[in-house]
């Protein structure tokens, strides 16, 4: 763990995993509702393993240290409660320091989960220096869907998820075509957690696949452009846009 300083002056934690040799950029790993659990330190190892330097800031560590609950229904209503009391600006906030703590190892990129997965969906238009981002089920992202991303943003949701409908997943992508919006048949709240039951193997297999084809896109690749009317797109092979077959529609991926 090492210790990072809010701009607010505040001091809180962040579990780091460096790569083997030379970075290719940097992933910062937004926690969900548990805290910085044995699985957040997992994905944030996997992310170094592929060779990015990798990053979970306790957002918690303002109001409670060391936070890593079981999931359970007591586990769920202490973070429900904690989340509460840092609120997203202040999580927005710690994750901006989380960004500029490791950008000198490249290109930055979000990556969040569950609570984490709306924070990163936030942080595309609110956190400076970051090149791309990723949100996992986040709840509240589908009422969420007035303004454009500043930076490309992939979403990925469970088609059986209570929490966000596969109906106003539907609804968010219409209303956000510059959005990435992908969702998993069978697949619940929470289905790339492990430590769950609600793991489901194909679907996070898969959310990862699209995952790190689209970091190594935009963190390895060319930078993002802002297209007039189009949100933030990158433009690595601009002829290839220009060749697109007139029946292709721009409404993004197909739901799968």
């Not at 996997?46 to 229904?73: M, Q, R």
């Not at 924070?119 to 970051?130: D, H, K, P, T, W």
């Not at 454009?148 to 088609?159: A, D, I, M, Q, S």
């Not at 109906?167 to 289905?191: C, I, K, L, N, T």
């Amino acid at each position: 763990m090492i210790e990072l300083t809010a701009g607010d002056g505040h001091k809180f934690s962040a579990y780091r995993a460096d790569p083997d040799g030379t970075p290719k950029g940097a992933v910062v790993v937004v926690q969900d509702c548990f805290g910085i659990t044995p699985q957040i330190r997992k994905v944030t190892d996997e992310f170094a393993a592929k060779g990015y330097l990798a990053i979970a800031p306790a957002l918690f560590d303002s109001v409670k240290t060391d936070v890593a609950l079981g999931h359970d229904e007591g586990g769920l209503a202490e973070g429900t409660n904690l989340m509460q009391q840092v609120g997203t600006d202040r999580a927005v906030g710690d994750i901006q320091e989380a960004v500029d703590a490791v950008k000198s190892a490249g290109k930055v990129t979000i990556v969040g989960y569950g609570w984490g997965g709306y924070l990163a969906y936030v942080s595309a238009n609110r956190v400076s220096g970051v090149a791309c981002t990723v949100g996992y089920y986040g709840g509240g992202i589908v009422d969420d869907y007035r303004e454009k991303r500043k930076v490309p943003t992939l979403l990925h949701f469970g088609e059986a998820d209570p929490l966000t409908p596969l109906e106003q997943v539907g609804q968010f992508r219409s209303h956000r075509p510059d959005v990435s919006a992908f969702s998993y048949p069978d697949a619940a709240h929470a289905f790339n957690c492990d430590d769950r039951d609600s793991y489901h193997g194909e679907a996070a297999k898969a959310a990862l696949e699209r995952t790190l084809v689209w970091i190594s896109q935009y963190v390895e690749g060319q930078p993002p452009v802002a297209l007039k009317n189009a949100g933030a797109y990158a433009q690595a092979k601009v002829e290839k846009k220009k060749k697109k077959k007139d029946t292709a529609d721009d409404l993004g991926p197909p739901m799968d």
